[in-house]
């Protein structure tokens, strides 16, 4: 049974830093391709960043230069470390799971979620 635990959320303010967490469990995490999504309230879910089990990253522009994500495949985690946070990052964060070397949102896994809130 695949399971995917995002946390490390919270309320900051505009300028401040996140670091998410993943806990994965029930996959061959360092074969998959790890991801981070956004939604806003109102919006459709975006892709943030992924990485893939060679450590490839790929980044949505509008988080290019701020955010960087990272796995631990002795760990079964994966992180997106957040710096210089804008209002408009606010949205819930979910982390992906993906067999393979890219990400693919209909073979994906999917946690549950964390919220991200920045004030402003």
């Known amino acids: 049974q695949v399971q995917l635990v995002e946390s490390g959320g919270g309320l900051v303010q505009a300028g401040g830093s996140l670091r998410l967490s993943c806990a994965a469990s029930?996959?061959?995490?360092?074969?998959?391709?790890l991801g981070w999504h956004r939604q806003a309230p109102g919006k459709q879910r975006e892709l943030v960043a992924t990485?893939?089990?060679?450590?490839?990253?790929n980044y949505a522009d509008s988080v290019k230069g701020r955010f960087t994500i990272s796995r631990d495949n002795a760990k079964n985690m994966v992180y997106l470390q957040m710096n210089s946070l804008k209002p408009e990052d606010t949205a819930v964060y979910y982390c992906?799971?993906?067999?393979?070397?890219?990400?693919?949102?209909?073979?994906?896994?999917w946690g549950l979620g964390t919220q991200v809130t920045i004030s402003s």
């Open positions: 029930g996959i061959i995490f360092s074969i998959n391709t």
């Open positions: 992906s799971s993906t067999l393979g070397g890219v990400f693919n949102s209909r073979r994906a896994y």
């Open positions: 990485i893939t089990g060679g450590g490839s990253t």
